[in-house]
């Protein structure tokens, strides 16, 4: 039975590494017998050359096919209109930069074809990443699936075969502010998990910063989990017990003592630490309102400005 396969590589300003994804991945689909294929690449408002060159493969390669992004709206939004444009009977997300190998998938697509619904690629060495990446993903992981209701596998990318239900699936869930390691984990299915090496990269630079990924850790924290704006309640109650216990001190010595003249210090530190905790507070909830402002404008995910 022959099987249609596609592929999802997000590209964003990654001129220097499409000949090196191009000659790593052809010889790989290409020897899959019983199999047709196509891969999507989703240019995500690209300043570079990087369209030019994938239209320019496009035209040689009509498997190849080239989603223009209108601008860039980000990795997440960049997978999502990749998933939505997918035909295949199997979809596999990959990145460019070939730090996931691309001889891998052959054996994701045998353990498909053995049942698998998600086949995941775990990354076992991590050594091509700065020792400051590894750790705090390691911490990250850790805390998520400590505070969040559905755990994410550890060292689990994007890089992943997902079965045509699992896509259909993640295509159901409506919500704009989009943490897709959650929400491939949310939707289930009967999921294997294949352990690889993770390379360096092929070509170019990665385009996450520190501030991108911490916003990234946050947008995970919030979209699965209400711990963090719960965790305040509880410090709030425990502040208070703290102050009435130290009120019924006050009103002790006050009674046996009498009432020395106080100092300034420790009420300006009790002010600044109290206060700080509100801020904190106020804005750990600002980031929920935030996010439910942002889903009841309703805008799409991304636009589509041309397909080649």
């Known amino acids: 039975m022959v099987i249609k396969l596609s592929l999802i590589v997000p590209f964003y300003n990654e001129e220097a590494a499409i000949s090196h994804f191009v000659n790593g991945i052809l010889p790989v689909l290409d020897a ?3 199999t047709e294929w196509e891969i999507l690449c989703v240019d995500d408002g690209s300043s ?11 035209e040689t390669d009509a498997r190849f096919r080239v989603l223009e992004l209108s601008r860039n709206f980000g990795k997440e939004a960049a997978l999502t209109a990749g998933l939505d444009a997918a035909s295949g009977d199997a979809v596999v ?10 001889d891998m998938i052959p054996q994701m697509v045998r353990s498909w074809r053995d049942g698998a ?3 995941l690629g775990r ?3 991590r050594s091509s990443d700065s020792m400051l990446k590894r750790k705090t993903a390691l911490w990250f992981y850790s805390l998520h699936n400590r505070l969040a209701h559905i755990r994410i596998p550890e060292n689990v990318g994007d890089f992943r075969l997902m079965d045509r239900c699992v896509v259909e699936a993640l295509k159901r869930l409506p919500e704009r502010q989009r943490f897709m390691k959650g929400l491939f984990a949310w939707v289930g299915f009967r999921t294997v998990t294949l352990d690889y090496v993770r390379a360096p990269r092929a070509a170019g630079l990665t385009k996450f910063s520190g501030y991108s990924l911490w916003n990234f850790a946050l947008e995970g924290f919030t979209s699965f989990s209400s711990a963090p704006i719960r965790l305040w309640t509880y410090l ?6 703290l102050a009435i216990l130290y009120a019924l001190f006050i009103v002790f010595r006050t009674i046996v003592c009498g009432n020395p003249v106080p100092g300034y210090a420790s009420l300006f530190v009790a002010i600044i630490f109290f206060s ?3 801020i904190i ?3 750990m909830l600002g980031e929920y309102i935030g996010r439910i402002y942002m889903e009841t404008k309703q805008r799409p995910i991304y636009v589509l400005r041309r397909t080649y």
């Open 32 to 34: 899959m017998a019983g």
């Open 48 to 58: 570079d050359d990087t369209l030019r060159k994938l239209i320019s493969l496009s």
């Open 93 to 102: 997300i990959i990145d460019a930069d070939l730090q996931d190998p691309p």
């Open 117 to 119: 619904e998600v086949v």
């Open 123 to 125: 990354r076992i060495d």
């Open 236 to 241: 709030g109650t425990v502040g208070a017990l």
């Open 276 to 278: 700080s905790v509100q």
């Open 281 to 283: 507070s106020i804005g």
